[in-house]
């Protein structure tokens, strides 16, 4: 039990750190003309792709919401799709930006209810925190706080990480697109699930004690643990040195467990599509004993270049992004984290650790309800289709409520609050 209380605790810290990013970059680019600009022109060809497909719209046959029976099908647009994909980025920035922990997670299972393959989904969500990153460029002002061998060190992982991980979702949809699916989804199910469930935890527990207003938003503490201590005094050079400006003499790590961090990080970065910043994070103050500044600085270093790596070697060349779909999730979310963000000026925390606890739940559902389906089509464990059918579309439903619901929550409680968040009467 103590275990997975550990490990929710663990992938928590990394959603908020995720967040935290998230909401940078998202200030980043409206708050720079030039970039609104680049962001616009990066729309244009949508815009002008809905002419130039809209004869085609009335009969072309999709055989579902928004993708094919294969992952190489979706290469052309449409005005639903736009719209569809803005949607879902908006829930997943509105999560993020409200409730201050990586609303990321329900990306891939968001499309893959919407009718997108797993790997494609898996692809788009890469390229989709790839612009987001280069956009942002919020690398430039934080660089100072990145240790550069420690990071170069911990990519030779993460790229290693990356190519496994994007090997071993290709290898699985040539084998079987269905298993190719299960596979996503099953990482997806154990994820969410463990993740939920402590986040259920900490919102019961929250309500019985003087947490309930605290900031939804809040981080961890520096001090070095137990494990980083017994890590650190491993010495099998070479090692690397950091956080000279917080510790007389500094500290070390050996290369050996900056690699293994970046695998695991590149890992889950090519094979659930999230960039793999909401594992760098607790990884790095919880197991490796670096400081929180040095953290951040790194994490936005290695989210540019995993992300872009896993996105673009590993999938935009095999046919596995869907890129008009990608823009509308990047627009969608940037406006999400925004409106998200100021709403937690006027919402009490426990309230939202609330939702968030049920928006994880939700997509835990959805997924874990899309398993036994994929698994009985396969032949794996003895169900129909017709129920496995039944269970899907009851995780779907029950995802898209819960989701949309709190984004109609968000959206209204932000329009009936504008006067106290243009300042008049805003609560610190």
Partial sequence: M?????WGRFMTMG?????????DVSNTIFRDKKRLIVLLLLLIPIVLGAYAFADQLGTMELPQLLGGKKA???AFYSTGIFIISSLIGMGAGLITGCIGAGGGFIIAPALMSAGIQGILAVGTDLFHIFAKAIMGSVIHRKLGNVNVPMALVFLIGAISGATAGGLINRLLYEINPVLSDAFITSVYSIMLGLLGFYSLFDYLKARKS???????????????GTFSKKLQAIKIPPMVNFDHDLVPGGRSISWVFLVLSGALVGLAAGIMGVGGGFLTFPIFVYMLGVSSMTTVGT???QIVFTAGYAGITQYAVYGFIFYTLAMGMLLGSLIGVQIGAMVTKVVKGVTIRGFYAMAVLAGFVNRIFALPGKLGAMEIIPIS?????????????????????????????FLFNLGKLNGKEAKS
């Fill in 2 to 6: 103590n275990f997975f209380r550990q």
């Fill in 15 to 23: 959603a908020q750190a995720h967040a935290r990013w998230e909401l």
């Fill in 72 to 74: 190489y099908s979706p």
């Fill in 210 to 224: 003087d947490l309930g207003d605290s900031d939804p938003h809040g981080g961890e503490a520096d001090e070095m």
């Fill in 299 to 301: 994490d936005i270093f």
């Fill in 385 to 413: 289709k017709q129920v496995g059918d039944i269970l899907n579309i009851i995780g779907i439903w029950a995802f898209f409520l819960v989701i949309g619901f709190f984004s109609i929550w968000v959206i209204a409680t």
